[in-house]
Structure formats: structure tokens, C-alpha cells
């Protein structure tokens, strides 16, 4: 049976902001002969099977579950002082979720599959439509927002 993951996306306040960060990271990553994106975290995940049956990472941005990445694989690392972490593999590609309303918490947190929202239709225009929000003033996408219409 499927599990998602679920996490904070920290510093980051839209769905265009990750898309833009995402790739400026994987251009370094190519430039240190990384292949691949991860995201590196203290615990290793104890549902790991369940997780690698289809999981996904779901990122919470702005109190909002947006988006996610198709988990590839989760690797067991260590940084450079020689402290465990572990590496969640996801294939690049960013997919918009509905929006689904998440308090905030620290790390991750597991999300069942019965309980992670759905993938917008066409993900081309999901897309598009979440980089043409940037272009508009900060305080009407916040009004917007406020109103449920973003």
C-alpha cells in the first residue's frame, strides 16, 4: 500500500519561487556532477517499502499542500562531519496538486494515500497559471489568496 511524504517547503512562498529554485539547484548539482534532485533529511523514513510503492513528496507552501515529486528512491547518506541523513530521490518533474489546506510542523510527515489531494488535470495550464500568479502585485495574489481564488 501507497504512502506519501509530506513536508514544509521553507522559504519558499509560491509554486513559481520552487520551480525557479529547483532549477538553479539542479544547474548546480550538474555542475558538481550530481544526477540527480533529492532532499536531504535527518530520519530515514521506517514505512520506506510503502513509501517506495509509488510515494510522492508533497510540499506545503505558504499553509497549502500544492505540489508534488514522484519519489524515486530513498538513500541512506552522510553529510561531510559524518552525520546519517536521508535522501529522498524525486524525479524532477513538478506536478500541481489541489490546493489542501496544512499546519505547519517540523520534518515530514507521512500522508496517505486516501488522504493526499488530487493532481489538477492539465498540467500544463496548472502550471502556467501558478508562474503567471508572480506577476501579480503581492498585495492582490494576498487578497486573492484570502478569497480562495488562487
Not at 74 to 96: H, K, M, N, S, W
Amino acid at each position: 500500500m501507497t504512502v506519501h511524504l509530506v513536508k514544509l517547503c521553507v522559504g519558499i512562498d509560491s509554486i513559481a519561487e520552487l520551480v525557479r529554485y529547483r532549477e538553479e539547484l539542479s544547474r548546480r548539482h550538474r555542475r558538481r556532477k550530481y544526477l540527480e534532485d533529492s532532499h536531504w533529511t535527518r530520519s530515514f523514513p521506517r514505512r520506506a517499502a510503502e513509501v517506495l510503492d509509488g510515494g510522492s513528496l508533497y510540499w506545503v507552501i505558504r499553509g497549502q499542500i500544492c505540489v508534488r515529486h514522484r519519489i524515486l528512491r530513498l538513500d541512506q547518506v552522510e553529510d561531510e562531519a559524518g552525520r546519517p541523513f536521508c535522501a529522498i530521490v524525486y524525479d524532477p518533474t513538478v506536478i500541481v496538486t489541489d490546493f489542501r489546506p496544512r499546519r505547519a510542523f517540523q520534518g515530514w510527515r507521512y500522508l496517505e494515500a486516501e488522504d493526499a489531494p488530487p493532481d489538477r488535470p492539465d498540467q500544463g495550464a496548472a502550471l502556467a497559471h501558478a508562474l503567471a500568479e508572480e506577476e501579480l502585485p503581492p498585495d492582490l495574489r494576498s487578497e486573492l489568496r484570502g478569497l480562495g481564488l488562487l
